[in-house]
């Protein structure tokens, strides 16, 4: 299945190289782009695409303020596509309140070609984009400055002490498939835990997961 994608970002070097990047791919198909996060909301409305690669700084409405209209739409407006924050920045308080809002994770804009295309791929097919050496540093700086809300604290209260495994595995950055082998279960097993925990803690997708594993105090900054 075709991946259909647009690009927001304020510069136009920035759309246009991201744009032959990923349309040189057989299964993504770039539908729009916008310059702006007003533009690329009313773009994504027209086009429908499966991900929406979202600069965080713009001019008019910036990539948080998008990505909050995308993903808690009036009513009456269904379609939510995934959301993959692109920044120039290793810490951005804009990015991490992007990840709280429902933003399946980020990238680097300068990180390699090849990583956009797999951040493109995996992001489309459900899973959120955790690289290990940029967003949970990110998680755990933010984590630093927070005391641990009583509200989640206590939610924690209403998970399996397998459900809570399975949690603190996804906030150490373990795929399903490596969470499957630590707990000797299988990967279908995993992916049905995975989907009671967004139910029961009322959550979006894996990346507010891990958010809320550290601001729960399940785990601490720091833990190996």
Known sequence: MTIRVIIVDDQSMVR????????????????????????GVEVSRSTHPDVVLMDVRMPEMDGLAATRELLDPPPGVVHRPKVLMLTTFDVDDYVYAALRAGASGFLLKDAPPADLI?????VA?????????VTKRLIEDFAKTRPTRRDRSSRLKGLTPRELEVL?????????????????????TVKTHIGRLLA?????????????????????????
């Open 125 to 133: 097919a459900g899973e959120a984009l955790l690289a290990p050496t």
């Open 16 to 39: 246009a190289g991201f744009a032959a990047l990923l349309s040189a791919q057989s299964d993504i198909d770039v539908v729009g782009d916008a310059s702006d996060g007003r533009q």
């Open 168 to 188: 603190e595995l996804i906030a150490r950055g373990l795929s399903n498939q490596e969470i499957a082998g630590k707990l000797v279960l299988a990967e279908q």
């Open 118 to 122: 797999s951040a493109v791929r995996v």
């Open 200 to 224: 029961k803690l009322g959550l979006r997708d894996r990346a507010q997961l891990v958010i809320f594993a550290y601001e729960s105090g399940l785990i601490t900054p720091g833990d190996q």
